[in-house]
């Protein structure tokens, strides 16, 4: 028997549940890609997308392709061969950006973290006090991390690298929780920002943006040596014709679908409202996974809650085959779980929630994994649905 008949539901760290009206907005016939309103709604988004990074000064790029297309396309316009890089480890995601610059010659350095905490600010000015000939070109951190859903603490970070008096870029992957987790590029002092469109921002995967600031942008302007003709910002900055704006034909559905989704995100009330929507959303996923946890059983992947994205939590289940869980959960009750990645895969499983989201969604999500922890027979200490309710309740004063 399954009790999975009616519409699924799909709570993993992205692609995110994509709105109606964002889908009916990409449902269009192909329009004159050469002049009218395409060009005017492409303008449109390029101009509105700053925002959404926090910055007036940073120059927004649309990059057609997933996250990893805007992790190349920063290192292609920034970085030359043989440039020192260092990696602040929190996770996998961080790493796997340093693991794509080396392909392209950089040489990566990491700075060591743990798949349950971010990285110690402290450490990462003492390293670049350390660097007294300045041989680091860049750092790189994520906002959060998808596999360990660890987020680091960027402002500290960034603190670190004013006290050390260090020229390096500082260059952050904001993909997996842009428009969920507070995120400031120019009050944090954040050279260069990654995202894409199929996480906070609710749009289907296929574009990825980079927000380049003015340290960015010099540094493309001294010249570097990994520069692509599709990536180069050079054409994208000073277009001759609109189509070098995305070297090549835009990406039409998704521009349009763009324009609904931050057009959604100033009628909520702007990011303010939206990263409080996903606070009292991601307080209500821990306290359930507090009121399951027993000794040696379920528990959030990062301990400190200051230390945890808004976007994604994931959740280490002890001896209990996660894997098993997440099959379960989709075969029988039809809600589709993040698979673990990382550190001892089988025995973790990850929650989104992020974007489109509502306390039904969350609370019909956090009920379903419950439902599947009793039909596994797995002890949980109370009922993790009943503190998410308690917990939606009390934090949206109703």
């Not at 990462?124 to 906002?143: M, S, Y």
């Not at 997996?176 to 120019?186: V, Y």
């Not at 995305?246 to 679908?257: D, E």
Request: glycine share 10%; hydrophobic share 45%; proline share 5%.
């Amino acid at each position: 028997m399954t009790l999975r008949h009616g519409r699924p539901a799909v709570s993993i760290p992205g692609p995110s549940v994509i709105p109606d009206r964002v889908l009916a907005a990409m449902h269009r016939p192909m329009p004159n890609i050469y002049e009218g309103e395409l060009v005017d709604v492409a303008m449109s988004v390029l101009a509105d997308l700053p925002a959404i990074a926090r910055t007036t000064t940073a120059e927004p790029f649309i990059v057609i392709g997933n996250g990893h297309a805007a992790w190349q396309m920063a290192i292609d316009n920034t970085l030359n061969r043989g440039d020192k890089v260092l990696v602040l480890e929190s996770g996998t995601f961080a790493v796997a950006w340093g693991d794509m610059a080396r392909v392209s010659g950089v040489d990566v350095e990491v700075l060591p973290g743990t798949d349950h905490e971010p990285v110690d600010p402290a450490a990462v000015g003492e390293r670049l006090a350390r660097d007294t000939d300045h041989d680091i070109a860049a750092g790189r951190g994520v906002l959060s991390d998808t596999a360990s859903s660890c987020g680091i603490v960027l402002a500290a970070i960034c603190l670190s690298l004013f006290v050390a008096w260090h020229p390096a870029l500082f260059m952050v992957d904001a993909i997996a929780s842009l428009g969920c987790d507070r995120f400031e590029m120019d009050e944090w002092g954040v050279d260069l920002t990654v995202a894409a469109s199929q996480k906070g921002l609710m749009v289907p995967p296929g574009i990825a943006m980079v927000w380049a600031g003015e340290r960015a942008i010099e540094a493309y302007d001294r010249g570097t040596d990994l520069r692509s003709g599709y990536s180069d910002w050079g054409p994208r900055m000073r277009p001759e014709a609109f189509y070098q704006r995305f070297a090549g034909t835009p990406p039409i559905s998704h521009i349009y679908g763009m324009r609904e989704a931050l057009d959604m995100i100033g009628e909520e009330g702007g990011l303010d409202a939206v990263w409080a929507r996903h606070e009292i959303l991601a307080t209500a996923v821990w306290d359930a996974i507090d009121a399951w946890s027993t000794e040696g059983g379920v528990v959030a992947n990062i301990a400190d809650r200051a230390h945890r994205s808004r976007a994604t939590t994931t959740v280490r289940t002890g001896s209990t085959d996660a894997n098993e869980l997440r099959r379960r959960a989709e075969s029988d009750f039809g809600l589709t779980l993040g698979l673990g990645i990382g550190p001892d895969r089988d025995h973790r499983f990850r929650i989104g929630h992020m974007g489109h989201l509502n306390p039904p969604m969350l609370l019909g999500t956090i009920g379903t994994i419950e439902a599947t922890l009793t039909s596994m027979g797995v002890d949980v200490a109370r009922s993790g649905a009943a503190a998410s309710a308690a917990s939606i309740g009390r934090l949206s004063g109703a």
